[in-house]
């Protein structure tokens, strides 16, 4: 899509980004979109160590790669578009290796579904700048957690939005005007009502 070409920050804000949604979703749209530079933020400076390690804190089929390329670059590779049975990457000359550089992988191991990955640079960031990274974000993607409230009017069943509203006013606060923000959280009806209430005490323009 040519509106790729204009987007020059895509940060994703989170609390509870290790789940199982936020950097792999984040990874992906990295993945495909190479002229795209995507910053994942985190308070958390543990979890941040850890995406930026080569033990991601959660396991799913091909994440490890598509982190390796997007995250470190790589040289032109291929990578299984399904399920495969390990971990170990094989470069073009047969050499195992667990570097996004070096990303090819045995065709006889995957049937031959392969997904073609030309030579790039790194384009995925994980980082603590929350602020530096919102304020230079065209879009802003929001996923935290929100649990059942387990107190007070709705306990057992309506969202916890606590975390949620925290991140907003963050978000409201360093966005820049024009910026899109994107509710990647699970979250109940209204809550871009919300969003918009929020941004607009900052002079915040949705658009």
Known sequence: ?????SISRLPEVGNELTASVGGPTTAVM???NPQVRVNVVDKDASRIRRWNSRHPPIYEPGLSEILRIARDGARECSIPKGRRRSDTLSSSDGASTDSSCDCSIHAEEHGGAFMAVPSRQPNLFFTTEVAKCISEADI??????????????????????????????VVAEHARPGAIIVEKSTVPCR?????????????????
């Open 1 to 5: 899509m040519s509106v790729c070409s």
């Open 30 to 32: 990295a993945l495909h």
């Open 140 to 169: 802003v993607l929001i996923a935290v957690n929100t649990p059942t409230k387990t107190r007070g009017a709705g306990a057992g069943s309506a969202t916890d939005m606590t975390a949620f509203e925290a991140v907003t006013a």
């Open 191 to 207: 809550t871009a009502q919300l969003v918009e209430d929020t941004a607009s005490l900052t002079a915040i323009t949705i658009p």
